[in-house]
């Protein structure tokens, strides 16, 4: 059902590759909700993936744009500009890549070159978005600016590698241009730390299915689905939310919460009566 909540709006999707991801789940969700909307991904994304599909469904056009270049940027909102005839009201970050998780590359053995490129792909180019909006007086007043980030930026997680050092920087340009952005021009940026996601992206990572699994038994409502995420995105576009700045916002079904709960403890447990069954067998002692 539709509510209307972002009647009138303009916005602009970064990163909907397929309908796996939660961009594109938003996109889909904002035009339901009335939004007029611009599409973009970098052009190698764009061929290996379905966003002109989006793109029609959602009646608007697919503006190609490496997010880690000024000029590309620059060409993107000024054509988002032209199309929407002046300002608009969100941005949406959905963008996050690690060369050194791609090649199994572990975190105590990083190729710094790849880690640079971890870093300006998923943090970067956040800032260079902004920037250049910005300078270009590209947002309404009172628009809001989402990205999305992950827990990892607060607590380590096995296999999350380098990106966890990315969500961490991209949390802090939320907080430090959130206050920029907000004092000249009401504009409120936020970051949403969502749940692990069986997007293309996420599950590249080491342990992935492990990690959802876990991260379900851990929380008390279940982890969030990129139909629900796309729904609190549509809610922080919209003026109910008009208020709500400079925030990490956890969309995790509680998991941020919690130290341990019943259904991981009783997997726990299980797996320890069966390490201690095999060693009593074998008279096989290791330290945990």
């Not at 916005?11 to 397929?18: P, R």
């Not at 809001?144 to 380098?162: F, H, I, K």
């Not at 241009?177 to 907000?182: E, L, N, P, V």
Request: proline share 2%; charged share 25%.
């Amino acid at each position: 059902m539709a509510f209307n909540l972002l009647k009138g709006k303009k916005g602009l999707i970064f990163g909907a590759l397929n309908d796996k991801s939660i961009a594109w789940k938003v996109a889909e969700k904002a035009y339901e909700e009335g939004a007029e909307i611009v599409l973009t991904n970098a052009p190698f994304a764009i061929r290996l993936g379905d966003t002109e599909k989006l793109a029609e469904a959602c009646n608007t056009e697919v503006i190609p744009a490496d997010a880690t270049k000024i000029e590309d940027i620059e060409n993107l909102i000024k054509k988002s500009m032209e199309r929407f005839g002046g300002k608009f009201d969100f941005i949406l970050h959905s963008i996050g890549m690690s060369p050194n998780v791609r090649k199994g590359i572990t975190y105590d053995n990083l190729n710094y070159e790849y880690f640079l490129k971890t870093l300006d792909v998923s943090a970067l180019s956040f800032h260079k978005i902004l920037q250049v909006s910005r300078k270009m007086d590209a947002l309404n007043d009172w628009g809001s600016v989402l990205a999305l980030s992950y827990v990892a930026a607060q607590r380590t997680l096995y296999g999350y590698n380098d990106m966890a050092d990315a969500k961490s920087l991209l949390e802090s340009i939320a907080r430090s241009f959130g206050y920029i952005y907000g004092r000249e021009k009401k504009i409120r940026i936020n970051t949403i730390s969502q749940s692990p996601t069986p997007t293309t992206a996420g599950q590249g990572i080491m342990g992935f299915d492990g990690l959802v699994d876990f991260s379900n038994r851990m929380s008390p409502l279940g982890n969030a689905t990129a139909e629900e995420c796309a729904d609190y995105c549509i809610a922080m576009f919209s003026d109910l939310t008009k208020k709500i700045t400079m925030q990490n916002i956890f969309h995790d079904g509680g998991f941020s919460s919690m130290g341990m709960s019943r259904r991981a403890m009783d997997v726990y447990t299980k797996s320890l009566d069966e390490y201690y069954e095999f060693n009593d067998v074998t008279h096989k002692f290791e330290e945990f």
